[in-house]
């Protein structure tokens, strides 16, 4: 898996211009996929959906509501490995960013979502649109396993120090980092969540970006500065992360579990039930 560098640190330099690469990111090889004045490369209800203040704006009122979550989506192609960095501000309701996600036509999308919401009650927790619901929590390092169970298995963070984290009616940074089966989701500078998916069966490899504006009370949502890194998958590291998984997945196991060196080191006991480890 690739060594993200800098990902622990804010996705904005202080003082950089909305909507502009730095000469650190145009190094990394960051693109940007808004030109901060124009829907170009975008896709998206032109009822809901507008470009304001150097930002894309999501927007619903009581006269122009929507039926039901809609998404402005970028066409520019359906990335598998890549950090993706963006700012966002919201006022009421609910959004969310997807990535690796599927386009189900009529500006629906279905997948993977960096969550958002006015109350920061979920704001940077891993939801699954359409799919397997919640994924990670806050502060959590998530195991899913290959037949959908799922264990935290560490807290990368607490729940209060992302909230303090994030700015109230303001802008804020997030950080995507989709890389092999782990990913990883920060919000100025703090870690949000940390999810490994071994579930090969509903897991996505790739997909499309899409902004979310939720169906519900009059709402507006706000983007900007959105910028991509394809990770080299020829410079990726071995496998730390899978090796990993596979340890702990062998260390619990009821059975195998007691014998295993880690086990034995660290006076580890089994805690999944054989039912985790069946297809």
């Known amino acids: 898996y690739a060594v993200v560098v800098g990902a622990i640190v804010s996705a904005?330099?202080?003082?950089?211009?909305?909507?502009?690469?730095?000469?650190?990111?145009?190094?990394?090889?960051?693109?940007?996929?808004?030109?901060?004045?124009?829907?170009?490369?975008?896709?998206?209800?032109?009822?809901?959906?507008?470009?304001?203040?150097?930002?894309?704006?999501?927007?619903?009122?009581?006269?122009?509501?929507?039926?039901?979550n809609t998404f402005a989506f970028w066409r520019g192609g359906a990335p598998a490995d890549f950090e993706l960095r963006l700012q966002w501000k919201i006022e009421g309701g609910n959004s969310g960013v997807q990535y690796r996600s599927k386009d189900l036509g009529n500006w629906v999308a279905a997948g993977y979502q960096a969550d958002i919401d006015a109350g920061h009650a979920y704001t940077g927790i891993l939801y699954e649109e359409r799919g397997r619901g919640i994924m990670a929590l806050r502060g959590e390092k998530v195991l899913r396993w290959p037949n959908g169970n799922k264990q935290v298995v560490a807290r990368i963070n607490e729940d209060k120090a992302v909230r303090d984290a994030i700015k109230n009616d303001d802008w804020n940074d997030y950080t995507i980092i989709a890389d092999g089966i782990r990913l990883i989701q920060k919000i100025n500078g703090a870690a949000t969540m940390d999810f490994i998916d071994e579930e090969e069966a509903k897991r996505a490899a790739s997909g499309v970006i899409a902004l979310q504006l939720h169906a519900g009370p009059p709402m507006t949502v706000r983007f900007r500065s959105i910028r991509l890194r394809v990770l080299?998958?020829?410079?990726?590291?071995?496998?730390?992360?899978?090796?990993?998984?596979?340890?702990?997945?062998?260390?619990?196991?009821?059975?195998?579990?007691?014998?295993?060196?880690?086990?034995?080191?660290?006076?580890?006991?089994?805690?999944?039930?054989?039912?985790?480890y069946t297809p």
């Open 12 to 68: 904005m330099a202080p003082g950089a211009e909305p909507n502009t690469l730095t000469e650190a990111e145009r190094r990394e090889g960051f693109t940007l996929l808004f030109d901060g004045a124009t829907l170009a490369g975008w896709d998206a209800d032109p009822a809901l959906w507008s470009v304001a203040g150097g930002a894309i704006v999501g927007a619903t009122t009581a006269e122009k509501p929507t039926k039901g």
């Open 232 to 276: 080299n998958a020829g410079a990726k590291q071995p496998a730390p992360v899978r090796a990993f998984a596979q340890t702990y997945l062998r260390c619990h196991h009821p059975v195998i579990g007691p014998e295993q060196p880690e086990s034995k080191s660290y006076q580890l006991k089994p805690r999944a039930p054989r039912n985790a």
